[in-house]
């Protein structure tokens, strides 16, 4: 169903998963092909409980496991100077009346819209974090640095696979609407009107890292 176990297609793909819903799943499909080709159902049913079972068994290894750190360090990681020891970093703060205005904007989705309900919670749960101060999470941190950016008349661009969702589900930076084909970008509410120079743009690539970056460094 998704890139992980986390993962719910139907927030960027609702109606294809409309569809895909009422589809028989392909594992039925193929224990079926499997019966009428003359395999045992006992057979399937031992297979699928012996992996089962193996499945199970490294899950609860799992719990008691123990890792040394010391046993994943790699030299070459090791030998990387920090940035600080380039120079100071600028301070890049913003305002914090200034947050809370943006924030307010990028975590309020519009309304008489269908939303899926677990995104609309995210953002619920984004908007009261931003107006108390307490609780802000990382992908809320993220949209207010892509904000901020964009208000002080910068560009931003993400290119890669799942950036629209964020890969963890963590950033929402497209919300498509569940009733109709596209998606509302809260992050370029904060965009000035008729700007062509200043806006966000999340655009989701296919899974290969050196073709994604010779693109965007400009390379056919």
């Known amino acids: 169903m998704g890139h992980n176990e986390l993962d719910n297609p139907s927030f960027t793909q609702p109606l294809m ?22 395999i045992a159902a006992s057979k399937m ?33 090791e030998a990387i100077r920090e940035p600080t020891q380039y120079g100071l970093v ?12 943006i924030g307010e904007r990028i975590a309020t989705l519009p309304a008489g819209e269908k939303f899926h309900p677990s995104v609309v919670k995210i953002f619920n749960e984004r908007l009261k974090s931003i107006v108390t101060g307490k609780g802000i999470d ?16 910068y560009h931003v661009r993400l290119s ?39 806006n966000f743009i999340a655009s989701c690539s296919h899974l290969s890292e050196y073709a994604v970056l010779g693109f965007e460094y400009g390379y056919a």
């Open 17 to 38: 998963y409309k569809i895909v819903s009422q589809m028989k799943p392909v594992r039925d499909k193929f224990r079926d092909q499997l019966l009428g080709e003359g």
């Open 90 to 101: 600028k301070d890049t703060g913003v305002d914090l009346a200034e947050l809370t205005r």
């Open 160 to 198: 890669g696979q799942d950036v629209e969702r964020g890969t963890f589900s963590h950033r929402h930076a497209h919300v498509f609407y569940q009733d109709k084909d596209g998606c509302y970008v809260p992050i370029n509410s904060v965009v000035p009107d008729n700007s062509q120079t200043r």
């Open 45 to 77: 049913d031992e297979i699928e409980k012996a992996q089962w079972a193996e499945m199970e068994d490294a899950y609860k290894a799992s719990k008691t496991c123990k890792y040394a750190v010391e046993d994943w360090l790699n030299p070459t990681w």
């Open 138 to 153: 990382w992908g809320t941190a993220e949209a207010l640095a892509f904000a901020t950016l964009i208000n002080e008349g």
